[in-house]
């Protein structure tokens, strides 16, 4: 797909170009958890007991997982504080932020959907 003045013009090329980016997207950030725990973290450095509450529905194993994967995809930084006893946070990234218009769009299609869904 590539737009041209507004129109959109499938071409072979465009689509499996849009394709590949959409299937790495979602390898990313697949799961019903990535998003949430993102969203969360947008209040700002949170320590893990302080984010499983604010996600609910997770358990600590899964959220470990997570948590992991997106440290990896360098969503999620993970700040380890020396003292007794040893104090960890999570953190958004500044590349995090690249989400921003991407979670935005979904959270008001959802509204839409939600809406269109529910007036049937």
């Known amino acids: 797909m590539v737009k041209q003045k507004e129109k959109v013009i499938h071409t072979k090329s465009a689509c499996t170009r849009s394709l590949a980016g959409v299937r790495?997207?979602?390898?990313?950030?697949?799961?019903k958890w990535k998003l949430p725990i993102i969203i969360a973290l947008s209040e700002g450095p949170s320590r893990f007991k302080d984010l499983q509450r604010r996600v609910e529905g997770i358990t600590p194993k899964l959220l470990s997982k997570e948590l992991k994967e997106l440290e990896q995809n360098e969503f999620v930084v993970r700040q380890v504080y020396p003292q007794t006893p040893v104090l960890v946070e999570y953190e958004l990234?500044?590349?995090s932020?690249?989400?921003?218009g991407i979670i935005q769009a979904m959270a008001e299609w959802g509204i839409q959907h939600r809406a269109r869904i529910q007036s049937r």
């Open 93 to 95: 990234t500044e590349y």
């Open 24 to 31: 790495d997207a979602l390898y990313v950030l697949n799961g």
């Open 97 to 100: 932020s690249s989400l921003d």
